[in-house]
Nanobody, 116 residues
Framework: VQLQASGGGLVQPGGSLRLSCEVS????????MGWYRQAPGQERELVTY?????????APSVQGRFSISRHKDNDKTRLLLQMDSLKPEDTAVYYC?????????WGQGTLVTVSS
């Protein structure tokens, strides 16, 4: 199982970015797919997740600004994170994550920098 995250970059406050995580390989049953982030000097924190029944959860700090979705394309699944109205405090390395039973898979992280 491989998770490949992309889409990070430098954006001005108020701008938008869309992160993508391509999930490949065989996963028997996916329970949750989500995004975490880790700012410099901070612990990794949950940003959002989507369940197998498409229920979503957002951290209060991103509620109303971020949107998670997933799409199936042949044998790969793509997890997207649309980020709007970005703030400097959203600056972090963003990691995609898949939970399958007791197995947890992580992507390599993509850096998002919000700065003028």
């Amino acid at each position: 199982v491989q998770l490949q995250a992309s889409g990070g970059g430098l954006v001005q406050p108020g701008g938008s970015l869309r992160l993508s995580c391509e999930v490949s390989g065989s996963i028997f049953s996916v329970n949750l797919m989500g995004w975490y982030r880790q700012a410099p000097g901070q612990e990794r924190e949950l940003v959002t997740y989507i369940s197998s029944s498409d229920n979503t959860h957002y951290a209060p700090s991103v509620q109303g600004r971020f949107s998670i979705s997933r799409h199936k394309d042949n044998d790969k699944t793509r997890l997207l994170l649309q980020m709007d109205s970005l703030k400097p405090e959203d600056t972090a390395v963003y990691y995609c994550n898949v939970v399958s039973g007791q197995d947890v898979y992580w992507g390599q992280g993509t850096l998002v920098t919000v700065s003028s």
